[in-house]
């Protein structure tokens, strides 16, 4: 286990994850721990604006993850372990990807660079990418019968 | 589906089931205030808006219990950043 190479990863837990779901979030820590995976908190993440800023009003619902995506280095994929914020992120950088002005309203507000190209990713798909070699490594009880 | 609520929201649309909006602009004035939700305090200012005040308050008091509610909020260091993005924002809207 103390020879595989660390990956580190950007790390979006979301008001869930760091409350009501807390377990969640610890079994992530842990999981991620044994793979290898260095997770990196995003500095000063915001809420993504959940159900009721897409409900709401649609300018929240761009310019909350929007704040987020400003925040996150481009050199590392974002982790998002809550389906709903990674929606959420998603579409955000769906829409600032298609749309150039939408783009520079948000760089401008943010004051940062917003990469269009920035991986975001589920835990779950990160775990599907990893060689099975690492998973190995990570084992602690198999489940052969 | 979130285009017809804006266009309801903003032509101030008699709500079929005025709870949901209650719920949406405690959710947003949460994150105003701490650019984060702060959930026991949207429970509770829900609750008293609604005038439901001991509705449900043994699954919060299970929940406090098991240490899913904070009981103070989590705010974002730049926390103005995220306020002025609610000036004159669907939140205000009176109903």
């Given amino acids: 286990m103390g020879s595989i ?7 979006f837990p979301g008001c869930s994850l760091a409350t009501t779901a807390k377990e969640s979030n610890e079994s992530l820590m842990k999981v991620c721990e044994k793979l290898g995976l260095n997770l990196i908190e995003l500095e000063d993440w915001n809420c993504c604006g959940s159900s009721s800023a897409h409900s709401m009003d649609k300018s929240l619902a761009l310019s909350l993850p929007a704040r987020n995506l400003s925040l996150a280095p481009s050199n590392r994929p974002l982790l998002v372990m809550c389906p709903s914020c990674l929606h959420r992120l998603q579409l955000a950088q769906r829409v600032i990807s298609e749309n150039p002005e939408a783009r ?3 760089e401008t507000r943010w004051g940062r660079p917003i990469d269009p190209g920035l991986k975001i990713v589920h835990f779950f798909e990160v775990l ?18 | 589906m979130d285009a017809l609520r804006h266009m309801a929201v903003e032509e101030g649309v008699k709500i079929a089931q005025p709870g949901i909006v209650k719920f949406h602009e405690e959710v947003l004035g949460s994150i105003e205030r701490y650019g984060r ?3 026991l305090e949207i429970m ?3 609750k008293v808006r609604m005038r439901q005040w001991f509705q449900d308050m043994d699954l919060g008091l299970k929940m406090l219990s098991r240490r899913k509610l904070d009981l103070t909020p989590s705010r974002i ?5 995220v306020s002025r ?11």
Avoid: C, N
């Fill in chain 1, 5 to 11: 190479d660390r990956i580190d990863l950007s790390y």
């Fill in chain 1, 104 to 106: 520079l309203q948000e």
């Fill in chain 1, 128 to 145: 599907s990418g990893i060689e099975p070699s690492r998973l190995e490594a990570a084992l602690v009880r198999p489940l052969r019968g």
């Fill in chain 2, 37 to 39: 939700t702060h959930k």
């Fill in chain 2, 44 to 46: 509770m200012r829900y």
């Fill in chain 2, 77 to 81: 260091h730049r926390v103005e950043e």
């Fill in chain 2, 85 to 95: 993005l609610f000036a004159g924002s669907a939140k205000d809207g009176k109903h």
